[in-house]
């Protein structure tokens, strides 16, 4: 069968054909797959299963867990001893390169229009605003969640069926020379670059390498590539010049920037979202967008670049943006009612840097408590900042006082900077782990509180969410 006109996402014999593999002795020939995973627990009945190895696991201890959970096929470099005879195999010399030989294998049977974001900041609701205003123009496939490395990338795009109309993967990295591959494989006709900021910094000498290592997505760009980028970002000439180094022919800039060609020159903002009117590469745009936050605002228009550059349809695009709410680690609000009322939790515990916690903050200040409440803010450690990390955090005592924030909880050994630097009212509570700081943020909250949640995902942050959900019950 012809992967051209084949109906499932991978068939037995372009899987063989894409990564080199064979259907050992007894095992089945034919199978249909419609999903591709590498993790046992998430497989859906008709997934084929890709035994990785792992620095802690090697997916091989599970193939047997992902064959019974209904995978229709598990890809291995060895028959693994759980198996019984005549278990659906796809046997190949290496796992790991067998899930980029389907990326590979799906990116070149499609004539997808790609998109690929990356940033230091914003890239995932970047990619996820992408993949909602593009759904409904047509087939549309996106990366899951922040699958954007080198298991992520190739796995996304292993998800990417023939006839999709427009792909939008997201490219991480926290080392220089991680993106080049991956654009690699990616190919996009688009590159968006939401911002450089000190994010990884630990692992770089200076932000000027930062934005070097995230130019490297200008490598993989096809021969008519366009380039989506920051206008206001101080490090925008240095992206440009990379970009025109690499022979690409096209730089759109988005921001608040006189020169930028996807520019708002009205923005009017509230604790619910922002309305703004913008000119999109020529064309006048006003919208309403449903994400708080001037970050938001400079995201919303690196979408609609991308949208534009992409050839999709920008005024359609700009309207569904008024339905895009928050995502979960991301923003998303949740009201939890209470005895006496009610108090608001803004869930942005996936990650942080200096910059997003500062876009974050400013959020909460513009939120409005109700009768006796308060803005309260609880904060994780901002990990991979190097030897500046104790700086950046006592840092953030400045924009807490600008916003009127009330009180401040704070966990983790980095965050006890910011408490030695906060004035004395503002301290709510601090410990060096965010189990500790949960129970004193759920015994202080009351009704009519707005709080905002955030740190880096190693600071183990978004249970403190879950317990102020779980006040729900709470008499």
């Known amino acids: 069968m012809s992967p051209s006109v084949e109906t499932h996402l991978w068939s037995s014999e372009s899987a063989v054909l894409a990564t080199g593999g064979h259907c050992p002795p007894g095992s089945p020939e034919d199978w249909r797959a419609d999903g591709v995973t590498i993790?046992?627990?998430?497989?859906?009945?008709?997934?084929?299963?890709?035994?990785?190895?792992?620095?802690?696991?090697?997916?091989?201890?599970?193939?047997?867990?992902?064959?019974a959970a209904g995978a229709v096929c598990a890809v291995v470099d060895h028959k693994p001893e759980t198996l019984p005879a005549g278990a659906p195999l796809l046997e190949v010399v290496d796992t790991m390169m067998a899930l980029e030989d389907l990326g590979r294998a799906a990116r070149s049977r499609t004539d997808a229009r790609i998109i690929a974001v990356t940033g230091s900041v914003g890239k995932t609701g970047t990619k996820e605003a992408l993949r909602f205003v593009l759904e409904d123009q047509a087939p549309c496939v996106a990366s899951r969640g922040s699958f954007n490395n080198h298991w992520g990338v190739p796995l996304s795009?292993?998800?990417?069926?023939?006839?999709?109309?427009?792909?939008?993967?997201?490219?991480?990295?926290?080392?220089?020379?991680?993106?080049?591959?991956?654009?690699?494989?990616?190919?996009?006709?688009?590159?968006?670059?939401?911002?450089?900021?000190?994010?990884?910094?630990?692992?770089?000498?200076?932000?000027?390498?930062?934005?070097?290592?995230?130019?490297?997505?200008?490598?993989?760009?096809?021969?008519?590539?366009?380039?989506?980028?920051?206008?206001?970002?101080?490090?925008?000439?240095?992206?440009?010049?990379?970009?025109?180094?690499?022979?690409?022919k096209t730089v759109i800039g988005f921001g608040e920037h006189a020169e930028a060609q996807a520019r708002a020159f009205d923005i009017r903002t509230d604790a619910e979202g922002s309305d703004v009117e913008a000119v999109i590469c020529g064309k006048d745009i006003r919208y309403r967008l449903a994400q708080p936050g001037r970050?938001?605002?400079?995201?919303?228009?690196?979408?609609?670049?991308?949208?534009?550059?992409?050839?999709?349809?920008?005024?359609?695009?700009?309207?569904?943006?008024?339905?895009?709410?928050?995502?979960?680690?991301?923003?998303?609000?949740?009201t939890v009612n209470v005895s006496g009322g009610s108090f608001t939790v803004i869930d942005e515990s996936y990650n942080a840097s200096p910059a997003s916690m500062r876009a974050t903050l400013q959020v909460l200040g513009q939120s409005q408590p109700t009768g006796q409440g308060?803005?309260?803010?609880?904060?994780?450690?901002?990990?991979?900042?190097?030897?500046?990390?104790?700086?950046?955090?006592?840092?953030?005592?400045?924009i807490l006082i600008?916003?009127?924030?009330?009180?401040?909880?704070?966990?983790?050994?980095?965050?006890?900077?910011?408490?030695?630097?906060?004035?004395?009212?503002?301290?709510?509570?601090?410990a060096a782990t965010s189990q500790e700081v949960m129970a004193l943020v759920v015994d202080a909250v009351r009704p009519g509180d707005v709080l905002v949640v955030k740190g880096s995902a190693g600071s183990r942050i978004g249970p403190i969410v879950e317990a102020l959900i779980a006040c729900k019950d709470r008499g």
């Open 157 to 248: 795009l292993s998800r990417m069926p023939a006839d999709t109309a427009y792909g939008v993967f997201e490219i991480g990295m926290n080392h220089p020379g991680e993106i080049t591959p991956l654009v690699d494989m990616v190919r996009p006709h688009v590159a968006v670059i939401t911002n450089v900021e000190s994010v990884h910094s630990a692992y770089f000498d200076s932000i000027e390498a930062i934005a070097d290592a995230k130019a490297e997505i200008f490598s993989g760009l096809s021969e008519d590539g366009i380039a989506v980028l920051n206008r206001d970002n101080a490090l925008f000439a240095r992206l440009n010049a990379a970009a025109q180094a690499a022979g690409v």
């Open 39 to 67: 993790d046992s627990r998430d497989v859906q009945i008709g997934d084929l299963f890709i035994a990785i190895k792992g620095p802690s696991f090697d997916g091989h201890d599970f193939a047997a867990d992902a064959l």
């Open 295 to 334: 970050h938001w605002v400079l995201n919303s228009l690196a979408v609609l670049a991308a949208v534009d550059a992409a050839g999709g349809d920008v005024p359609a695009a700009a309207a569904e943006l008024a339905g895009l709410g928050g995502l979960k680690g991301r923003g998303r609000r949740h």
């Open 402 to 430: 600008a916003e009127k924030i009330d009180l401040v909880f704070a966990a983790g050994p980095f965050m006890e900077a910011l408490w030695k630097a906060l004035p004395k009212p503002l301290h709510g509570g601090y």
């Open 374 to 398: 308060r803005r309260i803010a609880v904060l994780g450690d901002m990990l991979e900042l190097g030897e500046q990390s104790a700086e950046h955090h006592a840092a953030l005592a400045d």
